[in-house]
Structures are given as C-alpha cells and as structure tokens.
C-alpha cells in the first residue's frame, strides 16, 4: 500500500457486536455491518473481553487480551477495529494455550491519534504497544494490512517478534502492478462504515444474485 492510500485511513467503527456473548455483562451493541454468528456456532461457551486501556508513547490505547500461554500479538486489516475481531476465532486461538492480544492502532477504533502515513509508521506503534508490558519475544498474526505491518515488524524489531504468521496478505509494497481506483479510495475511507460499501469493496465483480445471497 503506497503512503497516499494509507492517508485515507479513518476511524473504524465502535460498539461491542452482538457475536460477543459472556457472563460478565449483556451485549452492549453491534459495529455497523457486523452479522451475529448465533446461528451457526454455539457462543454460549465464548467470554467477552474486557476493554482496558493503556498509555503508549503519549497516546490512549485500546486493548484486549484472551487467555493465558505465549503471547500471540493479532494485527487487523484495513479499519479493522478490536470489535471485527471473530470470537469463536480468539477463543479457539486462546484453548490451544496462547494468551492472545489484540489492539486497535494508532488513530483507529478507540485508539487515541492519528493513523501513520506508512506501513513502518504503523510498525513502529505497533513495536511500542507490544512491547509497553515488556512481554517478548511474542509470536504475531498479520491479517491483510496487518500482514504488511507484521512484515515490517518482523525485519525491523526481530528481537520483540518469535514467529509470525501472514493471513490473506502480500508484500509489504504492495504489488507495482496494483492501482487503487478513486472510487475504491472513496469508499474505503468514508467516515462511516456501510453494507453497500463493503459489498462494493470486497466483491466488486458478483452479481446482484450473489449480492443478496451474501447479505443473508
């Protein structure tokens, strides 16, 4: 992803989904887009989270951590927020014995600031907030845009990363041949997140058919 596309990173969307389901308190709400999984997995077994807060380089940063074992450190995608997060995902990640720790980078969610103009911008936060407890070396997942930022990370801070894992990603670069259309540009950082938008952006070529299908 070049610097000017990463500029048009915005605030992703706030709020607890309704795929969180414990017993430490009642779902509060749903991030825009989001679809309750009740239907296809049992959740009854899944705890939510809580949200703390810490203070990294200056700045309020959201986090939340799951289970206990070697750290595993998961970096989100493009507006990805602590709330997109799968549950059933974290807590099968969590019952194979990791402590896993997620969340959300500089200027996104309900972290305070401004989102880095860069890819190593958001490497060198993400450096900070891993290690803010001084908990290292920790095994990290890299999920799309989390994948370029695991990459930089792993070459640049290779004494705070143990291993790494690269999900739905490519190189750090990006891929010469690849241009961001304006209108991907302008939906990709409108302020607020909507279904339209996402269907446009993740399945741009599927049928209206398709379409439907999807939203169910």
């Keep these: 992803m070049s610097d000017a596309s990463a500029r048009q990173m915005r605030n992703g969307p706030t709020g607890t989904p309704a795929t969180w389901r414990g ?3 009642p779902d509060t709400g749903r991030s ?4 309750s999984h009740d239907e296809h997995h049992d959740m009854s077994s899944l705890t939510k989270p809580e949200t703390e807060t810490t203070v990294v380089d200056g700045v309020r940063v959201a986090t939340r951590t799951v289970g206990s074992g070697r750290r595993l450190v998961l970096l989100h995608r493009f507006r990805g927020t602590l709330d997109d997060w799968d549950p059933a995902f974290v807590s099968a990640l969590a019952a194979l014995g990791h402590e896993v720790f997620m969340f959300d980078n500089l200027g996104v969610g309900q972290t305070g600031g401004v989102t880095p103009a860069s890819v190593e ?3 060198d936060f993400a450096a900070s907030a891993i ?3 001084g908990n290292t070396p920790v095994d990290v ?3 799309s845009l989390g994948g370029f930022v695991a990459q930089v ?3 640049k801070y290779s004494r705070v990363v143990r291993k790494v894992v690269f999900a739905g990603t490519m190189p750090a670069g990006g891929a010469p041949e690849l241009v961001w259309s304006q209108d991907w540009l302008k939906r990709a950082s409108a302020p607020a997140p909507t279904a339209e938008n996402a269907l446009a952006l993740c399945m741009p070529a599927a049928r209206p ?4 299908a999807w939203r169910r």
């Design 23 to 25: 017993n430490r308190r």
């Design 32 to 35: 825009p887009g989001c679809t």
């Design 121 to 123: 911008g958001m490497a």
């Design 131 to 133: 290690q803010a407890d």
């Design 141 to 143: 997942l890299g999920w």
């Design 153 to 155: 990370l792993a070459l």
């Design 209 to 212: 058919v398709e379409l439907l």
